[in-house]
């Protein structure tokens, strides 16, 4: 893979796309297409085929969409820093709620833009993060200067399991306080099949075989204690 040094001496920037939409892929294949110093090494459409894509082809730079189905954004970001450190993940997301930003940030994102950026201010971004700086949309960057000048009071980064949705984060709960199926589809006013899905959501994003384990994790991490 290339170093900040490689960069420095005009080796290409090696990025990998992952976006669950073929549109964004090739959306972003059409704007590095004329330019010397960027070049696409892979692409995936969600965050498994990332972490893939990652380790064969080990990339300066990986350009994440956060939700995707299966494995989300954030945990593949994780997930890819943990196998390559040296590689920056740049979220290139719809999103721009606290949960989704914050989410990203403490998973190791380098930078944040929405879709819907200019094309420059894309290619800026990547050659920053690529540079080791952080980069973040004018929209996301008053959100961290707001939170940090709030002392962090009205964040809501502290919510475990980010890559949850915040309606599989009450069924997780309801699952480790006990409750059955039946149980928690009355307390949300909800059908058992939605519970069901609901609930493989929930099995896929935080990679558990089973209920039994999902409790475990959920406990873990402080949920299970409503009624």
């Known amino acids: 893979m290339s170093t900040e040094a490689d960069l420095s001496t005009g080796a290409a920037i090696r990025v990998v796309v992952v976006d669950d939409h073929p549109l964004m892929r090739e959306g972003m294949r059409a704007l590095v297409a004329s330019l010397s110093d960027i070049e696409i090494v892979g692409e995936a459409g969600d965050g498994e085929a990332a972490c893939r894509e990652t380790q064969l082809t080990r990339p300066d730079v990986v350009v ?3 939700h995707m189905p299966g494995v989300s954004g954030v945990e593949a970001t994780r997930s890819i820093l943990r196998v390559a450190p040296a590689t920056r993940v740049l979220v290139l997301t719809m999103f721009e709620d606290d949960e989704s930003v914050f989410a990203a940030m403490r998973a190791g994102a380098s930078g944040y833009l929405v ?14 993060v690529a540079a080791g700086q952080a980069v973040f949309g004018p929209t996301v960057a008053r959100r961290i200067i707001d939170f940090f000048a709030g002392g962090g009071r009205d964040a809501t980064p502290a919510e475990p399991f980010p890559e949850l949705t915040g309606r599989e984060r009450e069924v997780l709960d309801l699952i480790a306080a006990g409750h059955s199926n039946a149980v928690i589809a009355r307390r949300l006013v909800i059908s058992p099949k939605t ?15 089973d209920r039994a384990e999902a409790i475990v994790r959920a406990r873990q991490a402080g949920l299970g204690h409503r009624p």
Request: hydrophobic share 55%.
């Open 195 to 209: 519970v069901s899905n609901h609930i493989s959501a929930i099995f896929a994003k935080l990679q558990v075989a």
């Open 64 to 66: 994440m969409d956060l």
């Open 115 to 128: 879709k819907g950026a200019q094309q420059d201010e894309i290619v800026r971004a990547v050659r920053a």
